[in-house]
């Protein structure tokens, strides 16, 4: 078997690849998801929308097949109230808000938890005041951990060998996915404070994000 590019460089240490936690994270920088007033407002067509969250999402794909929206997705959307329906089968900014933040989302809670976030959300005005603050909140989010990764950003010419590396990669992916967890937890036991319907928030919290 042929060696492949760059094979002698990665097999010591896994870590000098460039999908590297800390690479994946550097890249956050320039794909970061656009602004609402630089979504497509003329009205797209279902693929037109499927190539666009499908690049807007790419960051959240775990490999390069990964779908996280695809037509039936959006049809079943739609049917359980997570979108509204479409316009003469074109889709506005409001669906596109609504779309990626339920694609980013789906891979950490249920659809039903992630219709409690987003079904207020339908009108033009809601979905884009929903799809900035989520925005804000994913930057914040990353920034946090781009500061975590670095604190423990290392690199083959720190003398680590595989072994002490496959460690260190071990005990930051352990912290990371218990910190996940509870703040899911957390997402979670807070979804559950709402009505039946979603809409009212149990009385002594404090929901103002202004």
Same mark, same amino acid.
């Given at each position: 078997?042929?060696?492949?590019?760059?094979?002698?460089?990665?097999? &010591?240490?896994?870590?000098?690849?460039?999908?590297?936690?800390?690479?994946?994270?550097?890249? +956050?920088?320039?794909?970061?998801?656009?602004?609402?007033?630089?979504? &497509?407002?003329?009205?797209?067509?279902?693929?037109?929308?499927?190539?666009?969250?499908?690049?807007?999402?790419? +960051?959240?794909?775990?490999?390069?097949?990964?779908?996280?929206?695809?037509?039936?997705?959006?049809?079943?959307?739609?049917?359980?109230?997570?979108?509204?329906?479409?316009?003469?089968?074109?889709?506005? &900014?409001?669906? #596109?808000?609504? #779309?990626?933040?339920?694609?980013?989302?789906?891979?950490?809670?249920?659809?039903?938890?992630?219709?409690?976030?987003?079904?207020?959300?339908?009108?033009?005005?809601?979905?884009?005041?929903?799809?900035?603050? +989520? #925005?804000?909140?994913?930057?914040?989010?990353?920034?946090?951990?781009?500061?975590?990764?670095?604190?423990?950003? +290392?690199?083959?010419?720190?003398?680590?060998? &595989?072994?002490?590396?496959?460690?260190? !990669?071990?005990?930051?992916?352990?912290?990371?996915?218990?910190?996940?967890?509870?703040?899911?937890?957390?997402?979670?036991?807070? !979804?559950?404070? !709402?009505?039946?319907?979603?809409?009212?928030?149990?009385?002594?919290?404090?929901?103002?994000?202004?």
């Amino acid at each position: 078997m042929s060696e492949s590019r760059g094979s002698r460089k990665r097999a &010591p240490q896994p870590i000098a690849d460039r999908t590297t936690p800390a690479d994946w994270l550097d890249g +956050f920088a320039t794909s970061d998801m656009t602004e609402w007033e630089r979504l &497509p407002d003329i009205g797209l067509y279902m693929d037109q929308v499927l190539t666009l969250v499908d690049r807007q999402l790419a +960051f959240y794909r775990r490999g390069e097949d990964d779908k996280l929206v695809t037509s039936a997705m959006v049809n079943n959307y739609i049917k359980d109230g997570l979108l509204p329906r479409a316009e003469a089968k074109k889709y506005t &900014p409001a669906h #596109l808000a609504l #779309l990626l933040v339920t694609g980013a989302l789906k891979q950490v809670l249920s659809i039903p938890d992630i219709k409690r976030i987003v079904s207020s959300s339908q009108t033009p005005d809601a979905a884009r005041r929903l799809y900035s603050r +989520f #925005l804000d909140l994913q930057r914040d989010a990353m920034r946090e951990t781009a500061d975590l990764i670095e604190q423990a950003r +290392f690199t083959e010419t720190d003398g680590l060998d &595989p072994e002490q590396t496959s460690e260190k !990669l071990r005990m930051l992916s352990l912290e990371l996915v218990v910190e996940a967890r509870t703040r899911v937890l957390a997402a979670q036991k807070v !979804l559950d404070m !709402l009505d039946v319907a979603g809409t009212e928030v149990v009385p002594g919290i404090n929901t103002d994000q202004s």
